[in-house]
């Protein structure tokens, strides 16, 4: 199947550790973004990526680092995880362009205890 | 500050009915419109996009566009309960990120 997919589904860890989220888009799309919803629904952009390259960082701690090793390829490193990390996380891609439409993975719900 | 505003809802229409989904923006840059619909506990879902003034239709669904308003809605026609759902509206002015609304949720009641 084409898609956008993300591993894991679920992750549940203790506050202080560090985890990290995989993302993997095989639509032949050269640009990802990861987005965080919060416990109200609400949607936001964290990070986008362009062929490999840092596009946009939207005022997010230094904590979170993400990584593309290829265009296919966007992962998502948390250290020291804090409470209010607890969110699902969303995984994007689309064709580099003005209008790209984006298509979203299925998510990872993140919960830090 | 970027605002792309929707009524929360819920939205109640009945079954076969037209449901109208409401969503302005701050940016006038905008160039990119979005709906997006979520159903409880899975990831947004792209139904409908629109670039320019006007009307868009597919299927059941139009999407409606006005600049000069800032204003972009989502009408579903024949509104069935498989559609009960939160839409988001979506907007970009680069293409690099989404700015959504908080989305409204939408109820079709048999």
């Known amino acids: 199947d084409t898609a956008v997919s993300q591993t894991p589904k679920y992750l549940v860890t203790q506050m202080g550790n560090d985890k990290s989220i995989k993302c993997e888009q095989n639509?032949?799309?050269?640009?990802m973004y990861w987005y965080k919803q919060d416990s109200k629904k609400f949607l936001k952009i964290m990070f986008s990526?362009?062929?490999?390259?840092?596009?946009i960082n939207e005022t997010v701690p230094n904590r979170f680092s993400p990584k593309s090793p290829d265009k296919a390829h966007l992962n998502l490193h948390i250290n020291s995880l804090e409470l209010g990390d607890s969110a699902v996380y969303f995984c994007?891609?689309?064709?580099?362009?003005?209008?790209?439409?984006?298509?979203f993975g299925p998510g990872t719900r993140l919960t830090v205890t | 500050q970027k605002e792309v505003e929707q009524n929360s809802g819920p939205l109640s229409v009945p079954e076969g009915a037209i449901a109208s989904l409401n969503c302005t923006y701050s940016?006038?840059?905008?160039?990119?419109f979005f709906w997006y619909r979520q159903y409880s506990g899975k990831s947004p879902e792209l139904i409908m996009f629109?670039?320019?003034?006007g009307d868009k239709e597919d299927g059941r669904f139009t999407a409606q566009l006005n600049k000069a308003s800032q204003y972009v809605s989502l009408l579903i026609r024949d509104s069935q309960p498989s559609d009960s759902a939160t839409y988001l509206c979506?907007?970009?002015?680069?293409?690099?990120?989404?700015?959504f609304g908080k989305g409204t949720s939408l109820l079709v009641t048999p």
């Open positions: 994007a891609s689309s064709h580099w362009a003005p209008r790209g439409e984006q298509y």
């Open positions: 639509l032949g799309h050269d640009t």
């Open positions: 990526y362009n062929n490999k390259e840092l596009i």
């Open positions: 940016d006038r840059g905008s160039q990119s």
């Open positions: 629109i670039y320019s003034n």
């Open positions: 979506a907007v970009t002015n680069s293409g690099y990120a989404l700015n």
